[in-house]
C-alpha cells in the first residue's frame, strides 16, 4: 500500500495549485516527494523549463501510483485525487482506477456513519502523535519558499496513516467505535490470503467483483429484487436508509480486490457512479 498526502495552495483546483505530493510505501518504510513547488522556484522565469520539469514530476507519479497494489489516504477520495485530477490534468480513467484503489478512513466513516472527524481528532483517539501544523502553515511555507520544512510537514502526515493502519484497530472519534482496518484495507495489507487471479477464496473457487455486487445486494437488500442491475435501474424507491451509503462503500472495498481487472473496474466505476447520484 502507497500512503499519500498532498499540499497545495488553496481548495479550489481550477484556480490553485500542487505544491507538493508525499508517498510512503506501507511495507518497507520508502518515502518520496514529488516536489512540485520547489520545481517551479527553481525554474524561475523559464516557462519552458518549468513545464519540462512539471511534467517529468507528473510522469513519475502516474507511474508510481499506477505500481502501487492499493492506495491509502484521509479524505484523498473526495480531495487529494479530485485536485489532483484538474490540478495536474490528469485524465479521467487514470484517476478512476486510483479511486477504485483507494482505502480512506474518512471516507468509509463518512460513508458507513454518517460522520467526519480530523486527522489529529484521530490521532488523539488513538494515542497517535499529532499533526505538525495544517493546511495554511503549509501554504504559508511554499509562499516563503521553506521547502525542506514543507516536505516534513507532507512527509508527516503521510507517516502518521502508515502508523495507524499498523494500529489495524482503531478508534473512530465521536462514535467511540473501535474499527478492523482490515474490512476497509486490500486484502494483502495484513496478509490475508486471495486467490490467484484477484478474486475472494471461496470454498476453493473465485468470486467476480460482479458476482461480489450481487451478493451484497442480496445481503442487505431486503425485499429489493436481488439483482445488481434490477438495483441500479430501479427507481430506489424501497431502499432501507443508509443502504446506498452501504453498498458504495462495500463497492469500494470490493474493488480494492479487483484493482488489476480493468473489465471489471468499469464495471464498478458505472455501478458505483450510479449509486452515488443518488446518494443525497
Keep these: 500500500m502507497l500512503a499519500f498526502d498532498i499540499e497545495t495552495t488553496g481548495l479550489k483546483p481550477s484556480a490553485c495549485v500542487v505544491t507538493i505530493i508525499c508517498t510512503e510505501d506501507f511495507f518497507t518504510g520508502e518515502r518520496k516527494a514529488y516536489e512540485f513547488e520547489r520545481e517551479r522556484a527553481e525554474a524561475g522565469h523559464n516557462g519552458e523549463e518549468a513545464d519540462a520539469r512539471q511534467k517529468k514530476l507528473i510522469k513519475e507519479l502516474v507511474a508510481d501510483f499506477e505500481a502501487a497494489t492499493s492506495l491509502c489516504a484521509f479524505n484523498g477520495v473526495r480531495f487529494d485525487l479530485p485536485f489532483m485530477r484538474t490540478a495536474l490534468d490528469l485524465d479521467d480513467a487514470t484517476v478512476a482506477r486510483w479511486v477504485l484503489k483507494t482505502t480512506d478512513i474518512l471516507e468509509q466513516s463518512r460513508l458507513l456513519y454518517r460522520t467526519t472527524f480530523s486527522l489529529n ?3 488523539e483517539a488513538n494515542g497517535i502523535a499529532q499533526k505538525t501544523g495544517d493546511g495554511l502553515h503549509a501554504i504559508q511555507m511554499a509562499r516563503e519558499g521553506d521547502f525542506d520544512g514543507l516536505r516534513e510537514y507532507c512527509e508527516d502526515d ?68 436481488p439483482s445488481g442491475k434490477d438495483l441500479l435501474q430501479s427507481g430506489h424507491s424501497e431502499i432501507p ?23 471489471e473496474n468499469v464495471h464498478l466505476m458505472e455501478a458505483s457512479a450510479s449509486l452515488l447520484s443518488h446518494m443525497a
Design 158 to 225: 503521510v507517516h502518521i496513516l502508515c502508523n495507524m493502519y499498523k494500529k489495524k484497530h482503531v478508534l473512530l472519534p465521536k462514535l467511540n467505535q473501535t474499527q478492523d482496518l482490515s474490512e476497509w484495507a486490500h486484502p494483502d495489507l495484513y496478509n490475508e490470503q486471495i486467490a490467484d487471479g484477484g478474486g475472494v477464496e471461496t470454498g476453493g473457487a473465485t468470486k467476480s467483483a460482479r458476482d461480489m455486487i450481487d451478493d451484497l445486494v442480496i445481503e442487505v437488500g431486503g425485499a429489493i429484487e
Design 241 to 263: 436508509p443508509n443502504f446506498l451509503q452501504r453498498v458504495h462503500s462495500q463497492l469500494l472495498k470490493i474493488s480494492l480486490m479487483h484493482a488489476q481487472e480493468t473489465a
Design 121 to 123: 481528532l484521530l490521532c
